[in-house]
C-alpha cells in the first residue's frame, strides 16, 4: 500500500529570512504583504521629464563623438533644467515613488556623469594621453559617488545644504567651460583654443570631480515653497534674472556656477571660523535621522 506523502516544510533559514523581512516592515510601518507585492505600474508625468532629461545627456555624448561641442554643452543644460523639474513635478502632484528616485539617480549618473567626463575628454583632454583620461575616471566617479551618497544619507543630511557640489553643478561647469570658449572663439573675443586651455580644463575637471566627494556644504535651494505667495517684486526680480541670463547666456552661467562652485567652501570656511560645525554633524544615528525625515532632503519622485 502507497504511503502518502509528507507534506514538505520550508526550511529553517527561509523562515528566517520571512521573520527577517517581517521584522523590517514592521520597522518602516509596512504590512509584511506589502513587502511582498511589486508595484504595478509608475507615474508617467515625473518620469517623462527624466527620460527627456536621460535623452538630453545621450545626446550630448553623441554630438561630441561628432565634434559638435557647443550643442552638446547646451544639452548638459538641458539635461539640468530637466532633472530639477522631474523632482519638482513629482512633489506637486504626489506621484513620488521608489521607481522615480532609482531611474533619477541612474539618468543624473548619464547626463551629469558619464557626458560632462566624455564631453571634456573629447573637447581637449585626449591630447594629454593618460593624464586626460584619469581626469575624465575622477570626475565620473566622482558623481558615482556623489549620487551613492546623497541617496544613502536621504533622511540625515539638512535639507537646507547639500554635502558637497552636487551633479548637475558640477557638469554646468564642465559644460560651461566648453561653452564659452566655444561661443567665445566665434565672436572673436578670445583667440585660446581647446588645446591652450588644456590644463585649466584638468584642473577644472579634477576640481569638480573631488569637490563633489567633498563634505562642503552647498546651498540646496530646497526651502522654496512654489506654493506659497511672494511679493510682487519677487516676480519683478525673476524676470531681471532672465533678461541678464539671455543676455548672454555662456558668459552668465558659467560665472554663476563659478560661483557657487567655491560657495561651498566659503561657507564651509565660515561655519568653521563660527564654530558651527557642518551642518549634518548633529545627526549620529539612525532613531535621530528617522525623527529628522520631516525635516531631511526632499525624496525624489
Same mark, same amino acid.
Given at each position: 500500500?502507497?504511503?502518502?506523502?509528507?507534506?514538505?516544510?520550508?526550511?529553517?533559514?527561509? +523562515?528566517?529570512?520571512?521573520?527577517?523581512?517581517?521584522?523590517?516592515?514592521?520597522? #518602516?510601518?509596512?504590512?509584511?504583504?506589502? *513587502?511582498?507585492?511589486?508595484?504595478?505600474?509608475?507615474?508617467?508625468?515625473?518620469?517623462?521629464?527624466?527620460?527627456?532629461? *536621460?535623452?538630453?545627456?545621450?545626446?550630448?555624448?553623441?554630438?561630441?563623438? #561628432?565634434?559638435?561641442?557647443?550643442?552638446?554643452?547646451?544639452?548638459?543644460?538641458?539635461?539640468?533644467?530637466?532633472?530639477?523639474?522631474?523632482?519638482?513635478?513629482?512633489?506637486?502632484?504626489?506621484?513620488?515613488?521608489?521607481?522615480?528616485?532609482? !531611474?533619477?539617480? *541612474?539618468?543624473?549618473?548619464?547626463?551629469? @556623469?558619464?557626458?560632462?567626463?566624455?564631453?571634456?575628454?573629447?573637447?581637449? *583632454?585626449?591630447?594629454?594621453?593618460?593624464?586626460?583620461?584619469?581626469?575624465?575616471?575622477?570626475?565620473?566617479?566622482?558623481?558615482?559617488?556623489?549620487?551613492?551618497?546623497?541617496?544613502?544619507?536621504?533622511?540625515?543630511?539638512?535639507?537646507?545644504?547639500?554635502? @558637497?557640489?552636487?551633479?548637475?553643478?558640477?557638469?554646468?561647469?564642465?559644460?560651461? +567651460?566648453?561653452?564659452?570658449?566655444?561661443?567665445?572663439?566665434?565672436?572673436?573675443?578670445?583667440?585660446?583654443?581647446?588645446?591652450?586651455?588644456?590644463?585649466?580644463?584638468?584642473?577644472?575637471?579634477?576640481?569638480? @570631480?573631488?569637490?563633489?566627494?567633498?563634505?562642503?556644504?552647498?546651498?540646496?535651494?530646497?526651502?522654496?515653497?512654489?506654493?506659497?505667495? &511672494?511679493?510682487?517684486?519677487?516676480?519683478?526680480?525673476? &524676470? +531681471?534674472?532672465?533678461?541678464?541670463?539671455?543676455?548672454?547666456?555662456? &558668459?552668465?552661467?558659467?560665472? +554663476?556656477?563659478?560661483? !557657487?562652485?567655491?560657495?561651498?567652501?566659503?561657507?564651509?570656511?565660515?561655519?568653521?571660523?563660527? @564654530?558651527?560645525?557642518?551642518?549634518?554633524?548633529?545627526?549620529?544615528?539612525?532613531?535621530?535621522?528617522?525623527?529628522? #525625515?520631516?525635516?531631511?532632503?526632499?525624496?525624489?519622485?
Amino acid at each position: 500500500m502507497e504511503q502518502p506523502r509528507r507534506p514538505r516544510f520550508r526550511s529553517i533559514r527561509s +523562515l528566517r529570512d520571512a521573520a527577517r523581512l517581517a521584522g523590517e516592515a514592521r520597522r #518602516n510601518g509596512a504590512d509584511s504583504s506589502e *513587502l511582498q507585492r511589486p508595484a504595478r505600474g509608475i507615474y508617467i508625468l515625473p518620469n517623462a521629464f527624466t527620460t527627456a532629461a *536621460l535623452f538630453a545627456g545621450f545626446y550630448a555624448i553623441v554630438q561630441s563623438m #561628432n565634434q559638435r561641442f557647443e550643442a552638446a554643452a547646451i544639452a548638459i543644460f538641458i539635461a539640468m533644467i530637466l532633472d530639477g523639474l522631474d523632482g519638482r513635478v513629482a512633489r506637486l502632484t504626489n506621484t513620488q515613488s521608489a521607481f522615480g528616485e532609482q !531611474y533619477d539617480s *541612474l539618468s543624473d549618473m548619464v547626463s551629469f @556623469g558619464a557626458a560632462p567626463a566624455l564631453v571634456i575628454y573629447e573637447w581637449t *583632454l585626449r591630447g594629454l594621453g593618460k593624464w586626460g583620461w584619469i581626469a575624465a575616471f575622477i570626475y565620473c566617479a566622482g558623481a558615482a559617488l556623489r549620487l551613492a551618497r546623497f541617496n544613502a544619507n536621504i533622511g540625515v543630511v539638512n535639507k537646507r545644504f547639500f554635502q @558637497g557640489l552636487p551633479s548637475p553643478a558640477a557638469a554646468a561647469l564642465i559644460a560651461g +567651460l566648453v561653452w564659452i570658449v566655444t561661443d567665445l572663439r566665434e565672436t572673436k573675443w578670445i583667440t585660446a583654443s581647446p588645446e591652450d586651455l588644456t590644463w585649466g580644463a584638468w584642473l577644472l575637471t579634477v576640481y569638480a @570631480g573631488l569637490t563633489m566627494v567633498s563634505n562642503a556644504p552647498f546651498y540646496s535651494g530646497k526651502e522654496i515653497n512654489l506654493r506659497k505667495s &511672494v511679493p510682487f517684486i519677487a516676480l519683478l526680480a525673476m &524676470v +531681471l534674472v532672465f533678461v541678464v541670463v539671455s543676455s548672454d547666456p555662456p &558668459v552668465v552661467l558659467f560665472s +554663476l556656477f563659478v560661483l !557657487y562652485g567655491l560657495s561651498g567652501y566659503v561657507v564651509w570656511f565660515l561655519r568653521w571660523k563660527s @564654530g558651527e560645525g557642518l551642518p549634518w554633524k548633529s545627526v549620529s544615528d539612525p532613531e535621530s535621522a528617522d525623527a529628522q #525625515n520631516s525635516s531631511s532632503q526632499s525624496p525624489r519622485h
